[in-house]
Structure formats: structure tokens, C-alpha cells
């Protein structure tokens, strides 16, 4: 966008169905959202279909976002190892035979710090849910290390 600002956008969709005589897929390879690397202000891998408070997974995936990465303010020497950002994500994971509804995708905002420490990328993030459900497992504050987006 400019020398200091950067916008990342990223997206994921994710469609699976049994093959051959076989319904729909098995268990372990359904699809999941929700948290830092998907949907941040709700908890790792809750949101979709439960049963009994437990995330069920399902064959439909829909993931999404955009990101503002900024300097840090106020800061004369900026530190290329340290970054913020504000960010909006999207996103909700759909049953075997359940339609893609547009109202039942799950909205979150917040704002992210990144580190490239010597241990690797560390993301710390805090992000308030929107159209949340009240099955649905909020956690405002998420951290990760590993990969960044």
C-alpha cells in the first residue's frame, strides 16, 4: 500500500466427500476453524457442527482475512524483527449435507505482534468475535509459535 504499510489478505476453501459407495468423509479427515491460524477470538478448532459441546469437524471449509501491518509507533529505528498489524477474519466450517449460509460465518477483529525471535516467528494476537453463537468458544487473546500467515 505505501513503504510502511502492507496489506495481506489471505483465503481458504476446503470441499471433501466420500468416494465410491463411501458417505461422506471419515472423522479424522474433516475439516476444522477457528483460532490463531484461521479464525482468531475463537478458540483452536471449535467452530461448526457439535454434539455434545464437541467440535465435530465437516466437509465444508471457509476461511478468510485481511491484515494491516503498520511500524511500530512512535518508535525513531524501527525494528525490522517486530511487527503489528490489524486485522478482520472470517470463517466457518459446514456439516455433510449442510448448505453454505452466508449469516452462519463467524466475524472477528483485533489487532496482532509479531516476533521473529531467535526461536522463531512468535504471534501474539487479541481479537474481539462478532456474530458469535452462544455454543460458539471465544478466546480473545491467542499466541503461536511457529509459522506466521
Do not use: C
Not at 84 to 113: H, I, P, T
Request: net charge negative; hydrophobic share 40%; aromatic share 14%.
Amino acid at each position: 500500500m505505501t513503504e510502511s504499510l502492507t496489506m495481506a489478505l489471505h483465503g481458504n476453501l476446503g470441499y471433501g466427500d466420500g468416494y465410491g459407495d463411501t458417505e461422506g468423509l471419515p472423522f479424522f479427515q474433516n475439516f476444522y476453524a477457528g483460532g490463531i491460524r484461521s479464525v482468531r477470538g475463537f478458540k483452536s478448532n471449535t467452530l461448526g457442527v457439535k454434539e455434545d459441546e464437541q467440535s465435530l469437524g465437516g466437509n465444508l471449509l471457509v476461511t478468510g482475512g485481511a491484515e494491516i501491518i503498520f511500524p511500530i509507533p512512535f518508535l525513531k529505528k524501527q525494528l525490522r524483527s517486530v511487527r503489528l498489524s490489524a486485522f478482520a477474519d472470517f470463517g466457518n466450517v459446514y456439516a455433510d449435507g449442510q448448505d453454505f449460509e452466508a449469516d452462519l460465518l463467524r466475524y472477528s477483529a483485533g489487532l496482532s505482534a509479531i516476533w521473529i525471535s531467535p526461536f522463531g516467528a512468535m504471534s501474539f494476537s487479541y481479537a474481539q468475535p462478532f456474530n458469535e453463537q452462544a455454543d460458539d468458544e471465544e478466546e480473545s487473546f491467542q499466541f503461536s509459535l511457529g509459522s506466521t500467515f
